[in-house]
């Protein structure tokens, strides 16, 4: 075994023959059960993040976890073809290496290239899961974009259009006017900008006038440019200044179209002016406005986000309105939105309508993938009906057949699905699910798997020209059916039988409604079980939370804050990283920020810390709140940790070289020493087991994670190695013989215990030292390694340790905890006085107590482990000359003073503290009683000063009391 720990050398390699051996498949028996995890399938052109590294520790501890407790266990591995980002990757390289577009090359063309770079740069995230320890069955990876999977998109797309949940419509969408797509909330980043309030006069159209005599309304808007497309100014139905206009007109300036004053309790009356104008074709909540008003919709903009020469006018129900007047003014007639928007504030300013100007601050949104201003736009796109699939849905978690960890997160996803808005599914991309809809030359749709389904169940002759819809789906839409898809439906294959529905979905709270929710609505609506009720897609949404920075700031490129999992599991330079936050970056200024704070908080990089510290850092740092705050500091911590346990290891194989570990067996492997040491370690395992467990089974990974790193640390490495050292002897005697085996069975034991506990979360170096102590261990039980782990030759495929309460030796604990105690005690006295620990102490017990009787029987571990000369026991009249004094329990424990100190030294050190403190006490009551400081201080202030000044003398009388100590002992 090597000296010193390397998860280099040894991850790798161990992760190659996993996967070689196939470990990671079902192995198929049923008998303890079946578990079944799917992976949110991670983008295909996307990298490893901390956010997936941090689910998938949390997804492999689980599934480690139930194999090793025997069940039947399938992760299922996938990557989604994430529409958008891969069209745009694709038509960027395309672009830089033969200058042409995707329309140069035309749809088939382009496709192809889409599947070459798939083929070839599409497996990035997939290796680096590799690097984490997944253990994935990578021999059934999926694709969204795969045959089977394409096929159960078109049966769903096709039965739910048969039963009248898909339709084709004319609604609102948030717009990507560079990618000429619709795109969902998800994909809309919202950010804070400074804009402006611009506030204009529409005249009324009347001789009525307002409450305070004026022949005009005042609208504010933080887009002018949408003032083309008003249908409508809104008021509050109570507002009285506007009552008798209600029903009336006004004069939609530039246009000159009269539109109608309406009542609307969507308007707040105490904001503003109170008047809102309406652009139902423009503005969300202006949309829903409109429909509840029947008013028009002026469509004014192109795809492109610029001017109409006429408007598309709409009526509420998406139909065409051909009786009102489209005319826009020809000077606007193809500008840019936000060059339209200054002419129409100057043309306002020169009619003498621009009532005036106001800061305002704003959130805009973004295209999270163009980067241009998200515009409302009224499209032609498919959509799915909801409320037909959301009951159902609502239902499995109001009856708890699907449960939420923690289960707040139930509240969101029952306040999206009781409001729930009809999907739009359709993306104007041509990477991804073309929509299965074909149109003949009148226009009319036909739905299908295939044009030969549509024209043989719709009797349409060769002569028929149809033509397929150019629009794809959603890729939320593919991602909906993962659960089941990925197991072979429609087919009603073996799988899907054994594995649905799944045990446990691991995602975050921002995905529950774009994913989550449409699983559990899909999945319900078209998986039932033998008697025909429907199925949950799985039984547990374990929602993490969001890792930050340390500064708890969100984690992105354009913050240069980003940490790279595998950064911090091979290490990296500092130039590197500089490098790597602020090598594509277009602003110098930003650039140089960055790079400044990454050199200040990175001097030296970042070291290698292996995947086994990382993977145990992300499960200490898996509370149940919604944020994580990331602390480089906790991770080299659980290096150390690592450190620790490989040590730990080395310790006891080398123990085990100092004897005849086959010889011992023979004699000795049907005795039992009866050592409360032995018990009392062994005892704290079995709890170790016990919380461990519970810890797991209730999702809380930071406390599984402490319950290991406290026995590991704390009990075995600090605690029972130091106490075995003193019970591991040569002598020939049969006590010693007896003792020696006794323990290091028992440390062999542990050890292995420790390792099988360990394993889900720290995989690779439990798996190392488990190959390096199983021989060995299996020598000192005087068997074979085949008898001893059943055949199995990786700890992956052992049983997990079962908790069992008659192994838990009470008696053992208690008196175990006394030594402990006891122990404590005295590194404290060396720690008061400064006593160095080479040197001697002697201590006296009085006698007369349990405790006491415990602590005569570890005698020897007791001198050893705190080197003592000598430990002696008092009755209850003996005298004791100047000591400590230490209560263990109501044992009492002294330490004579005398010959342990330079009591000369010890006095200086103490009248130098006194005369810092007497200082300190003189500064306060200096400013106690400056009446100036009191009359101005705040109350909280002065009564603090005071409570330091107390205590510090506090502390003065303390060092006071050691003073007259020592001068006995001088004396």
Not at 398 to 421: A, C, H, L, T
Not at 611 to 618: C, G, P, S, V
Not at 657 to 683: C, K
Not at 910 to 926: C, F, H, M, P, S
């Amino acid at each position: 075994m090597e000296k010193t720990y390397n998860p280099q050398s040894i991850e790798q390699a161990l992760y190659r023959v996993w996967e070689e051996k196939g470990y990671f498949k079902p192995h198929g028996d049923a008998s303890q059960g079946n578990y079944c995890i799917m992976i949110p399938p991670p983008n295909v052109t996307g990298s490893l993040h901390m956010g997936h590294a941090f689910q998938d520790t949390i997804m492999d501890t689980l599934i480690r976890y139930q194999r090793m407790k025997g069940k039947n266990t399938l992760w299922q591995v996938g990557t989604d073809h994430a529409g958008i980002a891969t069209q745009m990757l694709v038509e960027r390289k395309l672009e830089a290496e033969q200058g042409k577009s995707r329309h140069d090359l035309g749809r088939d063309a382009f496709m192809e290239k889409v599947w070459e770079w798939k083929a070839q740069s599409g497996g990035t995230i997939t290796s680096q899961l590799r690097r984490m320890g997944a253990s994935v069955d990578w021999d059934r990876e999926r694709f969204t974009m795969d045959e089977g999977l394409s096929n159960a998109v078109q049966e769903v797309f096709v039965r739910l259009y048969d039963d009248k949940l898909i339709y084709r419509g004319k609604r609102l969408v948030n717009w990507d006017p560079k990618l000429h797509t619709a795109i969902s909330d998800l994909e809309v980043e919202n950010k804070e900008k400074a804009g402006h309030m611009w506030h204009f006069r529409y005249p009324l159209a009347g001789t009525e006038l307002t409450a305070d005599g004026k022949d005009y309304l005042v609208v504010a808007t933080t887009r002018p440019e949408t003032m083309l497309g008003d249908s409508a100014v809104a008021v509050h139905p109570e507002d009285e200044r506007y009552a008798s206009l209600i029903g009336k007109e006004i004069i939609l300036p530039i246009v000159n179209r009269r539109i109608p004053i309406i009542a609307d309790e969507y308007v707040d009356k105490d904001f503003g002016t109170g008047c809102v104008k309406i652009t139902p074709a423009h503005d969300f909540n202006d949309y829903e406005v409109g429909k509840r008003h029947s008013l028009p919709m002026f469509n004014i903009l192109t795809q492109d986000a610029t001017i109409r020469a006429l408007a598309e006018v709409l009526n509420t129900d998406g139909s065409h309105n051909s009786e009102l007047d489209a005319s826009l003014p020809e000077r606007y007639a193809g500008l840019d939105r936000f060059k339209a928007r200054d002419a129409i504030v100057a043309e306002f300013e020169t009619l003498g309508l621009l009532e005036k100007i106001e800061p305002h601050a704003l959130k805009v949104p973004y295209g999270d993938r163009s980067g241009v201003v998200i515009e409302p736009l009224l499209t032609d796109q498919w959509y799915v009906a909801v409320q037909k699939l959301a009951q159902p849905a609502i239902e499995a978690v109001e009856n708890g057949d699907i449960k939420f960890v923690p289960q707040q997160y139930e509240n969101m996803y029952f306040s999206w699905m009781r409001d729930i808005q009809d999907w739009c599914i359709s993306r104007q991309l041509w990477w991804g699910h073309r929509i299965p809809a074909w149109y003949d030359e009148a226009g009319k749709v036909y739905v299908g798997r295939s044009e030969e389904e549509v024209r043989q169940n719709h009797n349409l002759g060769a002569d028929v020209k149809l033509r397929q819809d150019d629009d794809v789906l959603d890729t939320w839409f593919s991602s909906a059916l993962w659960t089941f898809s990925t197991l072979g439906w429609p087919e009603e294959t073996p799988e899907l039988k054994t594995f649905h529905p799944t045990d446990v979905l691991v995602t975050g709270f921002d995905i529950i409604f774009f994913w989550v929710a449409r699983m559990i609505m899909m999945t319900m609506y078209f998986v039932k079980d033998e008697d025909g009720k429907p199925q949950v897609p799985f039984k547990t949404v374990y929602v993490t939370g969001l890792i930050r920075d340390e500064q708890g700031n969100k984690m992105s490129k354009s913050k240069g804050n980003v940490l790279d999992p595998l950064d911090m599991i091979d290490g990296i330079d500092l130039e590197s990283l500089v490098q790597k936050r602020t090598g594509n970056m277009m602003q110098p200024q930003l650039a140089a920020k960055i790079e400044k704070s990454t050199r200040k908080e990175f001097e030296n990089g970042i070291e290698p810390h292996g995947t086994d510290a990382l993977r145990f850092t992300l499960a200490a740092m898996a509370s149940t709140g919604r944020d994580i705050n990331w602390d480089m500091k906790r991770l080299d911590g659980y290096r150390s940790f690592c450190n620790k346990l490989w040590n730990a290891s080395r310790y006891v194989l080398m123990k085990c070289e100092d004897v005849d570990l086959r010889q011992l067996a023979e004699v000795y492997s049907n005795s039992d020493s009866g050592d409360d040491i032995n018990q009392w370690i062994r005892s704290k395992f079995e709890l170790a087991v016990k919380d461990f467990t519970q810890a797991i089974e209730s999702y809380r990974f930071d406390i599984a994670s402490g319950v290991i790193y406290e026995f590991v640390w704390n009990e075995f490495c600090d605690w029972y190695i130091e106490l075995s050292k003193h019970k591991i002897s040569t002598e020939n005697s049969a006590d010693a013989k007896l003792q020696t085996y006794s323990t290091l069975r028992t440390l062999l034991d542990v050890l292995d215990g420790i390792l099988h506990l360990s394993h889900p979360m720290i995989p690779f170096i439990t798996e190392e030292l488990w190959k390096n102590i199983k021989s060995i261990r299996a020598t000192i039980h005087g068997t074979t390694v085949e008898d001893l782990y059943d055949g199995k030759d990786s700890l992956m495929n052992c049983r997990f340790p079962e908790f069992n309460a008659e192994k838990v030796d009470e008696e053992a604990l208690k008196s175990v905890e006394v030594l402990k105690e006891a122990v404590i005690a005295i590194r404290n006295v060396r720690a008061e006085k400064n006593i160095a620990p080479s040197k001697q102490l002697e201590v006296m017990i009085r006698r007369g107590t349990l405790d006491a009787m415990t602590l005569e029987t570890f005698s020897g571990q007791f001198e050893a482990i705190c080197n003592l000369s000598k430990v002696t026991m008092l009755s209850s009249t003996d005298s004791v000359p100047l000591s400590v004094l230490k209560l263990v329990k109501d044992t009492e424990l002294y330490v004579p003073l005398a010959g342990l100190i330079d009591v000369a030294a010890e006095m200086a050190r103490i009248d130098k503290q006194l005369e810092k403190l007497t200082g300190e006490v003189a500064r306060i009551e200096g400013k106690l009683s400056n009446e100036g400081f009191v009359a101005k201080a705040p109350a909280e202030v002065i009564e603090k000063e005071r409570a330091k000044a107390a205590d510090i003398k506090r502390d003065m009388d303390k060092l006071t009391e050691q003073k007259a100590e020592l001068a006995k002992l001088e004396a």
